[in-house]
Antibody
Framework: EVQLVESGGGLVQPGGSLRLSCVVS????????MHWFRHVPGMGPMWVAR????????RYADFVKGRFTISRDNAKNMLYLEMNSLRAEDTAVYSC?????????WGQGTPVTVLS | DIQMTQSPSTLSASVGDRVTITCRAG??????LAWYQQKPGKGPKLLIY???TLEGGVPSRFSGSGFGTEFTLTISSLQPDDFATYYC??????????FGQGTKLEIK
């Protein structure tokens, strides 16, 4: 069974940092592009970042460029999102997803709250 | 970024009804559109891609159509399991992936 489980979310002050993790199982992790999304009530999923199976072809949404870093460890089946210079508007549930341009497996998400 | 607009935002319907959800893209995206279903506490489930191709295992009562800027998702005969929130997503090559704001399908 394909599973994606996020962790690392929490409450942080503006300007602070968090590192999110996503552990996967049930498929050959290194064969897949992976993505981070964020979810805010009343809106559709918002794409944050992507990374190819071999760790290349990294791309970010403009609103996180220069602040967030996506990475992966294929030996550990782990995907990461390093978030720095956090802002109130970054408050959301963050989830990882598998796929190229289409996303066929998602985690349940980890909540991030940026509040002074 | 390409803006995606869904209508309606909320739809009330009964089991057995035929329902249609519309998604409009802010610019021509050819057939590069997908539909997802999401239930509370779970990640989205891919239903349809390339505007009209059913993902494996998805019931045939779901169908998609459209090209360019206007697309529809139709459920031919609502089942109890279909009450959920539906999102469209564009995957045009030269734009970040964007989703519609969602359509919540409720039991009437």
């Amino acid at each position: 069974e394909v599973q994606l489980v996020e962790s690392g979310g929490g409450l942080v002050q503006p300007g602070g940092s968090l590192r999110l993790s996503c552990v996967v199982s049930g498929f050959t992790f290194s064969n897949y592009w992976m993505h981070w999304f964020r979810h805010v009530p009343g809106m559709g999923p918002m794409w944050v970042a992507r990374i190819k199976g071999d760790g290349t072809m990294i791309r970010y949404a403009d609103f996180v460029k220069g602040r967030f870093t996506i990475s992966r460890d294929n030996a550990k089946n782990m995907l990461y999102l390093e978030m720095n210079s956090l802002r109130a508007e970054d408050t959301a549930v963050y989830s990882c997803a598998r796929g190229g341009n289409l996303f066929d497996a998602w985690g349940q998400g980890t909540p991030v709250t940026v509040l002074s | 970024d390409i803006q995606m607009t869904q209508s309606p935002s909320t739809l009330s319907a009964s089991v057995g009804d035929r329902v249609t959800i519309t998604c409009r893209a802010g610019q021509d995206i050819s057939r590069w559109l997908a539909w997802y279903q999401q239930k509370p506490g779970k990640g989205p489930k891919l239903l349809i891609y390339d505007a009209s191709t059913l993902e494996g295992g998805v019931p045939s009562r779901f169908s998609g159509s459209g090209f360019g800027t206007e697309f529809t998702l139709t459920i031919s005969s609502l089942q109890p399991d279909d009450f959920a929130t539906y999102y469209c997503q564009q995957y045009n090559s030269y734009s970040p992936y964007t989703f519609g704001q969602g359509t919540k399908l409720e039991i009437k």
